[in-house]
């Protein structure tokens, strides 16, 4: 029994942060069986250990696996904490100078308003996918919010989700509607972020139309990127005509709560 308990967190530190298992199990067997407030002392060494690895250890051994961690500016930083406690922000270097680029132009244009990433690549491993995006496996992708703004029409760094993903801008009566094409197709996991929010915030704020197209089309000018995913209704919406602005597929989930962009 709790061999299997140990098992199910292997896997779930393994999903959620790559080296998290790992380090979990080099734990257990530095605390012996016998000893004391085992569990105590393991969770401990796991949690001192973990943060090492993060934060001194896995970017200096990243580069040597092609990807580097994403360099945080005045204007381009994470959504939360989390997406760099969890090891889900590298890229490879070329990534990393444009999304550089792209925030620098974006703020001249936009003072105050950052480009904020979600998920973007493990630090280690091709094909080791980034779950729930199975895509998220080369270092070449990265997901960042949709821009809002206050109810007095000016830009905010605010947005509506606590995780960052699964708050829609849905598409209206009038517009083409993909969302409900994949769901007749039979594609329930389409919608599943929505079960991702942890939450949703700022509900006084509005998708802004001006700012995540001028971000957009930021991120389809850089020579270097390849394809840029957002929901068809938004295509339209922000009547963006690069043909790197695609669409992603039924068997993806909905982009409409994020943009998602990605190398040649
Ligand atoms: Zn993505």
């Given at each position: ?22 380090i ?67 890229v ?14 974006f ?30 496996n ?88 390849g ?27 909905r ?10």
């Amino acid at each position: 029994m709790k061999i299997i308990l140990h098992i199910i967190i292997i896997i779930l530190l393994t999903v959620l942060t790559q080296i998290g298992g790992l380090i979990y199990l080099i734990s257990i067997f530095l605390v012996k069986k016998q000893k004391e407030k085992k569990r105590l002392k393991r969770i401990g060494i796991f949690a001192v250990l973990y943060l090492f690895a993060t934060f001194l250890l896995v970017p200096n051994l990243a580069p040597v696996f092609g990807r580097e961690k994403i360099k945080e500016t005045e204007i381009v930083r994470a959504h939360s904490f989390f997406y760099k406690l969890a090891n889900r922000n590298y890229v490879r270097p070329k990534l990393n100078k444009s999304i550089e680029k792209i925030g620098i132009e974006f703020g001249k244009k936009n003072s105050g308003i950052k480009v904020v990433y979600l998920d973007a690549n493990f630090p280690f491993i091709d094909k080791f996918p980034l779950f729930p995006h199975l895509s998220h496996n080369d270092g070449k992708k990265i997901d960042v919010s949709l821009i809002y703004e206050n109810p007095n029409g000016k830009l905010t760094n605010k947005k509506p989700s606590v995780s960052g993903y699964g708050a829609y801008e849905s598409p209206t009566e009038k517009e083409y509607n993909q969302i409900s094409i994949c769901k007749d197709k039979g594609y329930w996991q389409y919608n599943f972020p929505k079960y991702l929010t942890l939450g949703k915030i700022n509900k006084d704020i509005k998708f802004s139309k001006k700012g995540t197209r001028e971000l957009s089309n930021l991120i389809v000018k850089q020579s270097e990127i390849g394809k840029l995913f957002i929901e068809p209704h938004l295509k339209n919406r922000l009547n963006l005509k690069s043909g790197k602005v695609r669409f992603h597929g039924c068997q993806a989930v909905r982009h409409d709560d994020h943009i998602h962009f990605q190398l040649k």
